[in-house]
């Protein structure tokens, strides 16, 4: 017998909230973790044109890695082997590698370079290459057909405007970091104050589409991003939702971790893959979960709150799934690891760069 139980929500933001108290501990009782998640450009070897970074997958499953298939377009958008993750990102030119986390980044260099090492492997057999140093496609004009074969990729390139496309020729460098409940907010004020910091202490990509960035940047990924969400690295007049919307503005980092939780629940929710199926809401997502009452139970509705978190394109943002800050706005670059003890220090020190 099939026996169906209604469960009664708390308001979102009361429930954003609980996700944060389970994610992040009140202290840790170990050395702070960090993870990095690298981006890289791969081109065919010839002429630097944009390959497609799918057609390595396949090679890799027959060789034990672990196939991950998109949930709507069925496609194979990337493999895994213990805590190592690797795939394509916005666009099939764009490998993405998620490492897993240590307490020192000296333990993650060898791990780095043995996964680094059979990827190339798997690149070469196909005549392409990984730019270790670079971090937009510098050839290839980016192009609608770009996009990676996911869900929430086809939901993209269609919602927004062919501006966009340029997403599909970015790599970042980007880093977890684990913190505590009470270190939420103020680390977000650091990160966010110190992202112009990071992206010029990396920039290194002047170059793309064949010429020199129209607005001479040296970080042209940057300007890639301000056409989804503009002003994302400040806090004054932060637009954390999309050009088309109306998203609430604060004029000042958040105060406590309520104010962030009603800032996060006020901004529209874009995107969501459920049972296979794209939901679409385009609606703040508090709203959207007012209207859920019957319908999902709380782990339906966090994983609801986790496709929202991926879409709060801010330069460094909370992720409940792995209770890190997630620090996002620096290049690929050789010396991405500096970069990331870089961030861990600073966020061990937050309270001496708060007062900074």
């Given at each position: 017998m099939e026996v169906?139980?209604?469960?009664?929500?708390?308001?979102?933001?009361s429930f954003v909230l609980d996700l944060f108290a389970e994610a992040f501990p009140n202290k840790l009782d170990h050395p702070r973790c960090v993870g990095a998640e690298e981006e890289y450009i791969v081109v065919h070897k010839g002429d630097g044109t944009m390959a497609n970074t799918l057609t390595i997958l396949p090679a890799m499953v027959a060789v034990g890695w672990i196939p991950k298939f998109d949930a709507v377009t069925k496609e194979l958008v990337g493999v895994r082997k213990g805590e190592t993750e690797v795939g394509t990102d916005v666009g099939?030119?764009?490998?993405?590698?998620?490492?897993?986390?240590?307490?020192?980044?000296?333990?993650?260099?060898?791990?780095?370079?043995?996964?680094?090492?059979?990827?190339?492997?798997?690149?070469a057999k196909q005549g392409m290459w990984r730019l270790d140093d670079y971090s937009v496609q510098p050839v290839t004009i980016p192009q609608f057909e770009h996009w990676s074969p996911k869900a929430r990729g086809n939901f993209f390139r269609t919602f927004f405007s062919?501006?966009?496309?340029?997403?599909?020729?970015?790599?970042?460098?980007?880093?977890?970091?684990?913190?505590?409940?009470?270190?939420?907010?103020?680390?977000?004020?650091?990160?966010?104050?110190?992202?112009?910091?990071?992206?010029?202490?990396?920039?290194?990509?002047?170059?793309?589409?064949?010429?020199?960035?129209?607005?001479?940047?040296?970080?042209?990924?940057?300007h890639f991003w301000d056409r989804f969400t503009p002003q994302k690295g400040c806090w004054s007049n932060v637009h954390v939702g999309l050009p088309k919307f109306e998203p609430p503005y604060l004029e000042q980092p958040p105060a406590s971790l309520r104010q962030l939780a009603e800032w996060i629940c006020g901004t529209k929710f874009l995107v969501h893959v459920e049972k296979g199926q794209v939901i679409i809401p385009n609606i703040p997502f508090g709203s959207w979960c007012a209207q859920q009452e019957d319908r999902l139970d709380e782990k339906q509705l966090r994983a609801a709150y986790?496709?929202?978190?991926?879409?709060?394109?801010?330069?460094?943002?909370?992720?409940?799934?792995?209770?890190?800050?997630e620090v996002r706005p620096s290049c690929q670059n050789i010396h991405a690891v500096s970069s990331d003890a870089l961030v861990l220090g600073l966020v061990e020190n937050w309270r001496n760069a708060l007062h900074f």
């Open positions: 169906h139980v209604t469960i009664r929500l708390k308001p979102a933001e099939v030119g764009t490998l993405e590698v998620g490492f897993p986390p240590v307490i020192n980044l000296l333990d993650h260099l060898p791990v780095r370079e043995e996964i680094l090492r059979e990827v190339d492997q798997f690149l062919r501006d966009v496309d340029v997403q599909t020729s970015s790599a970042a460098s980007q880093v977890h970091v684990e913190v505590t409940l009470e270190e939420v907010v103020p680390v977000l004020e650091v990160l966010l104050a110190l992202s112009s910091v990071l992206v010029a202490l990396n920039a290194n990509a002047p170059i793309w589409g064949g010429k020199k960035d129209p607005l001479g940047m040296m970080a042209a990924r940057q986790e496709s929202h978190e991926g879409t709060l394109w801010w330069d460094a943002r909370p992720r409940v799934h792995f209770g890190t800050i």
